[in-house]
Each structure stands twice: as structure tokens, then as C-alpha cells.
């Protein structure tokens, strides 16, 4: 049973720019508002930090022992939504969800 529009999805884990040890989900700014960067298989996650050459990513499935800390993650920056699937190269996604 699935707690989460997170659950199950995989997200893109990136060094923090203040603490470069700690890895924290790839976000993604449009104007004024920012995004979860979230994909729907590992196969996809992998492809966007392949397609954008991330130094230091890694695809990581949120699972309920890792939804707290993406969760308060997300609330502390004020993630607006969402994108789910997103395909780099043609700059386009394929769903938005709401961060819950």
C-alpha cells in the first residue's frame, strides 16, 4: 500500500552544494518555483543523469524508510510539484504529481 505519490518512484540523488558528502534529490527550477525531478523505472532515472553527464548522481527508489527524509527535504526548499519522467534531451515529461 503506497503512503506516498512518492513511493516507488526512483529520483536523481546529487551532492549538496553546502555539503558535498550529503546527497539530496536533483531539483529543477522554472521560474520562480522548483520541482522533484522523479521517474517512474531506474532505467529512466538512469538514462537523464547519463543524457546530462551529473557528476556524482545516483538513481535511488523512494521506499517508506527514505520518504521522511525526501519529505522534509522537499518542505524545507518548497517544492512546488513534480515532474515525472523527464526527458532531458527533448525537454519534455511526462506527468506532474503533487509532493505528498
Known sequence: MRTSTLEGLWIVLVPDDDHGAR?????ARAGNSLYLLAFRTGFTARKFITDRAVAGAEPRMVMRALLPSVAGYL????????LIDYDATANTYRGVGLVT
Not at 75 to 82: E, F, G, I, Q, T
Request: glycine share 0%.
Open 23 to 27: 546527497l539530496v534529490p536533483m531539483l
Open 75 to 82: 518542505a524545507r526548499k518548497r517544492v512546488a510539484s513534480l
